[in-house]
């Protein structure tokens, strides 16, 4: 039997182990932190248990709903109507419709209808490898404008990428429009999906099958070494003890494996090293009572230095009035 090694216990590690031993193949995950489940892992919040950063399902997440019906947890699969807003200039306008950007006062109707265009366009995208290699600034300011960009999108993007934000691919940015644009009920209303129980149902679900399955599921165990000089019996070096494989699976930040990446030729190495990673930070914070009635509000204002507000009570409501 062909044996695996997979680096990281988030979704994509428990997912790979899982469909791995469904096709009889011994799987291995070695997880660095105390618990399993990466980015998509819970954590006690004022007694609520709630996820370390927010996640949404939109409709063509169709790869999810398929290992939500094998795990037998598809019924916890839950649709919101969500609404959308932005604030700009000091003012919170409605966002997400055809009404709303044709209502809103500070872009030009020739600068609506060209958002409006391109956003119905990547809707249509069906191969973003092309996209690919393209700047997605240059991508969005030959769709809309130069006008259009800098109120609707420069401010967004310099907050979240910071000295990164003319590095970005088109094809990221197009696929994340798509992704939510298709989620929608029809043009005037958009629908966002949750897990009921949050990510960790999903979470406890795949740990369940892999461990019924025979999978190894190791905690608190940070791989120190990925050695593929020997490319028939590659290895790991974990906890001062060496586990091998026929193959590895990382699903951890590229480059951090270009770090213990070793025998490996070096122009392997060097393309690992290449890919920039920038972290992600969250605030979470529990109030009283509603800040908007959106889901996910952008914020493009001069007097606030982030770019969103998440109401996730607004999708799913966790524990009563509180938000």
Request: glycine share 8%; with cysteine; proline share 3%.
């Amino acid at each position: 039997m062909k044996k695996a090694i997979i680096i990281g216990a988030g979704v994509m590690g428990l997912s790979a182990g899982y469909y791995l031993l469904k096709n009889g193949v011994e799987a291995d995950i070695y997880e660095a932190e105390a618990s399993i489940g990466g980015m998509a892992a819970h954590f006690d919040f004022d007694d609520i248990s709630i996820e370390k950063f927010y996640h949404f399902i939109c409709k063509p997440d169709k790869s999810l709903f398929l290992i939500l019906k094998e795990l037998g947890i598809l019924d916890k699969l839950k649709w919101t109507p969500t609404k959308m807003g932005y604030f700009y200039d000091g003012k919170l306008y409605k966002w997400g419709t055809p009404p709303a950007l044709i209502s809103f006062p500070k872009l030009d109707l020739f600068s609506k209808i060209r958002y409006g265009l391109h956003a119905m366009y990547a809707t249509k995208i069906a191969n973003f490898s092309k996209l690919d290699k393209k700047n997605a600034v240059e991508w969005i300011k030959k769709w809309i404008g130069n006008s259009a960009y800098k109120v609707l999108w420069q401010k967004l993007f310099e907050l979240k990428f910071f000295k990164y934000t003319d590095n970005l691919s088109a094809a990221w940015i197009a696929s994340r429009i798509r992704r939510v644009g298709l989620s929608r009920k029809n043009i005037m209303q958009e629908g966002l999906g949750y897990i009921e129980g949050g990510s960790s149902a999903l979470i406890e679900a795949l740990e369940k099958n892999i461990n019924a399955m025979g999978g190894k599921i190791y905690t608190n165990s940070q791989v120190d070494e990925i050695n593929v000089e020997n490319l028939n019996e590659v290895f790991i070096n974990v906890n001062n003890t060496t586990a091998r494989a026929d193959f590895i699976i990382s699903t951890i930040p590229l480059p951090i494996v270009a770090n213990i990446l070793k025998g490996a030729p070096r122009q392997i190495i060097d393309k690992y090293k290449k890919v920039t990673n920038i972290p992600v930070v969250c605030a979470v914070c529990k109030l009283k009572q509603k800040i908007t009635e959106n889901f996910w509000l952008n914020i493009n204002d001069d007097s606030i230095s982030i770019p969103g507000i998440i109401e996730y009570t607004n999708l799913n409501v966790l524990n009563g009035n509180d938000h």
